[in-house]
């Protein structure tokens, strides 16, 4: 079905035409931008049910055949779920940034950067093979890079955005590198044929640095431990842009690919141990990192990390269904990867209208500081509705969705202490412990949101502008999520048995029977181990909020002050510096030293070339013979030659040139060869002409003022590559691997109608050399000219001085 | 008679590097003036020497001296006096700005 790749195509189209548009109606742009991402989430709406029925759509176009590269767009159910989240919430951030930005923001350059985001990220998600999804992965990171640095007059954008350029871009090269080690062991670059086949090369020695290498891609995009550090300076970027890029879509891509290649190293310990305990301390660390944060979209993006860590950690622990094929004990496994989906879509829903509630508030309150908010919720009682929902969800209370996927992420949890294999022993209690104690910093930093901007005491001294409610147009995206929100609570199983259960046979395409043995998703299962834990959350959160004022002060100290930012900082400005002194070093600005580097690197290259070959094969044997007058004036020629080096007078100097330019043009003649030298004769009298012409100009060549070593070296180097270059020659003589080509250019009157055949291959055969040759002969014109006329401008200017 | 060129291209080679390792402009325009001397030489050894008549057919001969090299030879020599043309400009223009026809000096470096 070609409707898959036209979606991906139609945003970059459509980006085509965005200047235009604006051109013609630069106020309503954002009306005409919002009709794309509407008309794709329709067209892949009405998808859901032939998915659901368990079909696949793909459609294959060659684009490299002979590198093994297709254009192979695939839909099932894993790649729905995002197609649905990436247009789904596009279409809604495009409508709240209409209200966002104002016209006096360069809308055109937004919409354009936004919709090849669009597009890219539509790419990663519908891309079967490795290499197409590899690039469209690096458009993420280009747009995303763009849209932080959206306002780069400001410093603090510009860092941001080279910080999250610098991680996400080196992760995607350690991915590159990961595919083609696949691609080494499999011969495919089909994610399904990969899948299909790695059966046969689980122990082959690249299968672990594939497997490191692709999730260095996953990790660093997904903002995992220790590579989170980028995604809170990338909340420089207009609220819209972090609403979806960095917590709804393009953070997610990493996730997507951890459960998409789940299939190929899942049900290796590796695997399982890496993707999960990564996950589980960054949903730790983001978590209790987030209650520190004053500022709310700092805030914001901490939480992002810590729920991106949950769902990161429960597509670990569901890998390990595949360690044993289907049993009992793989469904109940595979319950984790359930829950992550589930809250894939959850986390989507609360957090995207979370950020967008923080965008109100900062554009009508003037701040995002929690310190100076308080007491809004009379001013702004609908933005107020939103913020408690969507903070109450991701709390994990009822009655919102948050609530549904933490039990499940809880008793996913919990199963992890059955764990058999993998030898995880005892050590498997640590999971539910870092999954509670995140949870109930989850919930701390969850009521800062609501109770300090809200609540308390209203200071309008404080703030920057009067604080009032938003227009209608911008409550309107976030109160479709917020709806969402709730409506996922009441209804949880019409998302599970027709999102959630095709993605489960799209991650394990091996365990059919997976997506029907997946327990529905229940609102109320009796008080179990997951609910306990839950009220636990609830009772020691609160404990905790009430007394925030007197631990918070802990961050202050030691270990938890010092961040990696220091290290990545520190970091750059070493590389910044010893690059600085390296490059200063070897690039001196001195044509010798370049020299010096091209010829040494050409004859280390080289000669060593030809000593480990071994053997310079030398034939004599076809020379022809040589006339006495050939030998006097070869003899000549190698006279004038190594006279130049010692004349001190440039004309003796240009004469000696003119020999052997004259002498080239005998001998030209002496090789049956005319139109050469006439041509040579012509062109020797025009340059020694020239030569003379501009010495007119220029002062005497002055007796080298050089000292010894170095003239020592130059003439060292000299007479090596000399040697070289005759060795080079006569090996080539010397061996005749190939037959000689200039046989076709005889038939030059049958197939150009010319007898001279060098004329015919110049004008007839190679006419697109000759017109090439012509530009450069031209191009040099054009610089002759302008330095000529260059120099009566200039002094032209000098006299006025 | 082709050992023999090539061992004189040879020699044209280590005098063109010699001059252009050097720091007066003069004689590094002249170094690659005979670097290209050089180079068509070899070019002319590489399609063997006197075997056959001028490649004009219609010539009374059974074979042809080999016509590719004379005809990328053409080319090169248009075009290195395209290149020793600019050299020439720019070092007279060099030396109207900064009266020096010394690299070295022109990078600020002080004598030896």
């Not at chain 1, 910080?163 to 350690?174: C, R």
Request: glycine letters at 8%; hydrophobic letters at 55%; one cysteine or more.
């Amino acid at each position: 079905m070609l409707t898959i790749t036209l979606a991906i195509f139609i945003p970059f189209l459509a980006a085509l035409f965005v200047p235009s548009i604006y051109k013609w109606k630069p106020d309503k742009i954002g009306w005409f931008i919002l009709i794309i991402p509407l008309v794709l989430f329709i067209s892949l709406v009405r998808f859901i049910p032939r998915v659901a029925g368990g079909e696949t759509i793909s459609h294959t176009f060659d684009w490299i055949p002979s590198a093994n590269i297709y254009f192979t767009t695939y839909l099932d159910g894993l790649s729905l779920i995002f197609g649905l989240l990436i247009t789904g919430v596009g279409s809604l951030v495009i409508l709240y940034s209409i209200y966002y930005l104002t016209a006096r923001e360069s809308l055109s350059h937004f919409y354009v950067y936004l919709l090849m985001f669009m597009g890219a990220m539509l790419g990663v998600v519908f891309s079967d093979n490795m290499m197409v999804l590899y690039v469209f992965w690096e458009l993420t990171s280009i747009s995303s890079f763009l849209l932080i640095a959206f306002w780069y007059h400001r410093k603090q954008s510009r860092y941001g955005a080279q910080k999250s350029m610098l991680i996400t871009v080196s992760g995607g090269v350690a991915m590159l590198a990961g595919f083609i080690m696949l691609y080494a062991m499999t011969g495919s670059f089909s994610i399904r044929e990969n899948i299909a086949m790695i059966g046969e090369f689980t122990n082959h020695a690249l299968f672990v640095p594939a497997m490191i290498l692709v999730l260095l891609g996953a990790f660093t995009k997904s903002a995992q431990f220790p590579f989170h550090i980028w995604l809170p300076d990338a909340m420089e970027a207009p609220t819209p842009v972090s609403a979806y890029l960095h917590s709804a879509t393009m953070v997610k891509a990493g996730i997507y690919l951890v459960a998409r290649f789940t299939g190929i190293f899942g049900g290796d310990a590796v695997w399982f141990y890496t993707v999960s305990i990564v996950g589980i301390f960054t949903l730790f660390w983001g978590s209790f990192n987030a209650v520190r944060q004053t500022d709310l979209k700092a805030l914001l993006a901490y939480s992002t990390i810590s729920q991106l860590g949950l769902v990161m950690s429960l597509f670990g622990l569901g890998s390990a269904a595949l360690h044993e094929g289907y049993s009992d004990q793989s469904v109940l496994y595979a319950q984790a990867t359930f829950a992550a989906l589930f809250h894939l879509i959850n986390h989507s829903t609360f957090k995207g209208a979370l950020f967008m509630v923080v965008g109100i508030v900062d554009l009508n309150a003037g701040t995002r500081d929690v310190r100076r908010l308080g007491g809004l919720m009379a001013l702004m009682p609908v933005t107020f509705t939103i913020a408690l929902i969507g903070s109450f969800s991701m709390a994990g209370l009822p009655p919102f969705n948050g609530f549904l996927s933490k039990e499940m992420f809880f008793e996913a949890m919990l199963t992890v202490r059955h764990l058999e294999f993998f030898s995880i022993g005892s050590w498997g209690i640590l999971f539910p412990i870092l999954a509670w104690v995140g949870s109930i910093f989850t919930f701390v930093y969850s009521m800062i949101i609501v109770f300090q901007t809200f609540f308390g005491a209203h200071q309008p001294e404080r703030l920057d502008r009067e604080a009032h409610e938003a227009p209608m147009g911008m409550l309107i995206a976030p109160s479709i999520l917020g709806l969402l929100v709730v409506a996922v609570f009441f209804f949880p199983n019409v998302v599970g048995d027709y999102l959630l259960r095709p993605a489960m046979s799209a991650i394990y395409p091996s365990l059919p029977n997976i997506a029907g043995a997946m327990k529905s998703i229940k609102i109320w299962h009796g008080p179990n181990l997951a609910l306990w834990m839950t009220v636990g959350v609830v009772v020691i959160g609160f404990l905790l909020y009430a007394s925030l004022k007197y631990w918070r002060s802990m961050y202050k100290v030691g270990p938890f002050r010092w961040g990696l930012d220091s290290v990545y900082n520190g970091a750059l400005s070493m590389m910044e510096r010893s690059s600085t002194v390296l490059t200063n070093r070897y690039m001196t600005g001195y044509l010798r030293h370049y020299l010096i580097y091209i010829f040494g690197i050409f004859l280390i290259l080289t000669a060593g070339t030809l000593v480990l070959v071994g053997g310079v094969p030398f034939d004599f044997s076809n020379d022809s013979s040589i006339t006495v007058n050939e030998y006097i004036l070869v003899f000549g020629m190698m006279v004038a030659g190594v006279l130049m080096i010692f004349v001190s007078s440039r004309v003796t100097a240009i004469l000696l040139n003119g020999v052997l330019g004259y002498s080239i043009a005998l001998f030209f003649v002496i090789f049956r060869a005319p139109d050469l030298a006439l041509t040579q004769i012509v062109i020797e009298t025009v340059t020694t002409a020239l030569f003379l012409l501009c010495f007119y100009f220029l002062p005497e060549v002055k007796k080298e003022r050089v000292k010894r070593p170095a003239k020592i070296v130059n003439l060292l180097i000299a007479i090596s590559v000399g040697t070289l270059v005759t060795v080079i020659a006569l090996a080539v003589q010397g061996s005749n691997m190939f037959d000689s080509i200039s046989i076709y250019f005889e038939n030059a009157y049958e197939l150009t109608g010319g007898k001279n055949i060098v004329n015919t291959i110049l004008g007839d055969f190679r006419a697109f050399d000759t017109m090439l040759e012509v530009v450069v002969l031209f191009i040099a014109g054009i610089g002759v000219y302008t330095l000529v006329k260059l120099k009566s401008r200039k002094e032209g200017r000098d006299v006025e001085d | 008679m082709e050992t023999l060129i090539t061992i004189l291209a040879g020699v044209l080679v280590t005098v063109a590097v010699y001059l252009l390792l050097s720091r007066s402009i003069i004689r590094i325009i002249l170094g690659s003036a005979v670097l290209s001397h050089a180079v068509h030489l070899l070019l002319m050894v590489m399609g063997g020497l006197k075997k056959g008549s001028v490649p004009l057919l219609g010539e009374v001969s059974d074979r042809y001296t080999d016509a590719l090299p004379q005809a990328l030879i053409l080319t090169a020599i248009v075009i290195s006096f395209a290149v020793t043309a600019f050299l020439l400009v720019l070092a007279y223009r060099t030396y109207q700005e900064t009266g020096s026809d010394d690299l070295r000096e022109m990078r600020g470096f002080t004598d030896e």
